[in-house]
């Protein structure tokens, strides 16, 4: 970082049906929150929504979520953090009221804002987010694996549900988020998990499995779900669509299935699991934010790999 804090940054900024790399002030850290240099930004399906004007967003808003950087400069009352600190960041903002927040689950707060969708995110060099979403990155994990905390964070919340190690599972989808999951997943014991890919020429057993974790969510595929699954067994939503998605619910009665959400475990588990397993083979290619175009076109084309930006690229 220089040693005088310059004025304007670039950034990846949406503004009405465009989006360009502009010129925009650096964010001035407000009472309790940090200025983070940003270092690295994963390109997540969210950010493509949003830049396609497929999901309600601010405007003009600079996109991005997932990242990883380093302080340099604190708000008021701020104590936890110096400058110079490596951090990687939860993006969820949680409105402290509630009764998610109030049992220490802040990730899950259901009023919460979200970077890069209802205030300014991480594409760009500088972001200022509140001190309690900040957490210290692990010396020795790099700032890709700290930017890629927070889809682990999201793939590990499918062991907050009802599932259990001993009964047959299938990850519905054969892709970068499906591989992920079912790595945690064998973490903590899992084993008889399969993986079906929707292009497949075999078709899924009827009936064949206890539980069902979908990461590509469209009518066909949830037609697809209900039909592999027991009757009595769960279908686990873990995707966050830009639109919404049809269900046949007489199917889902007929067999009497649980339909359970998992949205996100803490920030520190995620963390704590890239410290214990290596997941760089799922990480890719890194562009500069001038590149946004091309980052958001490979991210979208076979999700076998994490994309990044970084201003640092070039």
């Known amino acids: 970082m220089a040693d005088v804090m310059p004025t304007r940054m670039r950034a990846v900024v949406k503004r009405g049906t465009s989006v360009t790399v502009s010129q925009v002030p650096v964010p001035l ?30 405007d003009p808003l600079i996109l991005g979520h997932e990242f ?10 701020v104590h936890r953090f110096s400058p ?4 990687a960041v939860m993006p969820v903002i949680p409105c402290g009221l509630c009764r998610r927040c109030a049992v220490d689950e802040p990730e899950c707060c259901p009023h919460h804002d979200f970077l890069g969708i209802g205030r300014h995110g991480a594409f760009a060099e500088y972001v200022a987010v509140p001190a309690d979403v900040v957490h210290h990155l692990p010396d020795h ?5 700290g930017a890629y905390a927070e889809p682990v964070c ?36 899992f084993d008889i998990v399969d993986t079906y890919a929707e292009d497949s020429a075999t078709p899924l057993e009827t009936d064949a499995y206890d539980y069902v974790i979908e990461t590509r969510p469209t009518g066909p595929a949830f037609d697809e779900m209900i039909r592999a699954v027991r009757p009595g067994g769960r279908i686990i939503l873990k995707s966050r669509p830009a639109a919404a998605v049809p269900i ?9 299935l649980v339909l359970e959400s998992a949205s996100y475990a803490p920030f520190t588990e995620a963390l704590a699991f890239l410290a214990k397993h290596d997941v760089t083979d799922l990480l890719g290619d890194t562009y500069a934010l001038e590149d946004f175009t091309d980052a958001f076109t490979a991210d979208g084309a076979g999700e076998e790999r994490k994309t990044f930006l970084s201003c640092r690229a070039r």
Request: proline share 4%.
């Open 141 to 145: 994990l790099s700032f890709r694996e």
């Open 154 to 189: 999201a793939a590990m919340a499918v062991r907050k549900t009802a599932v259990h190690p001993q009964e047959r599972g299938l990850l519905y989808g054969d892709n970068r988020i499906a591989e992920l999951t079912k790595r945690i997943l064998h973490s903590a014991g």
């Open 84 to 87: 110079g600190d490596r951090v």
């Open 68 to 77: 990883a950087g380093v302080v340099v400069a604190l708000g008021p009352e």
């Open 29 to 58: 850290p407000a009472h309790g929150e940090v200025l983070i240099g940003v270092e690295i930004a994963g390109v997540c399906r969210t950010d493509i929504y949003a830049a396609r004007g497929l999901l309600p967003c601010a």
């Open 248 to 256: 046949d619910l007489r199917a889902v009665l007929r067999k009497e």
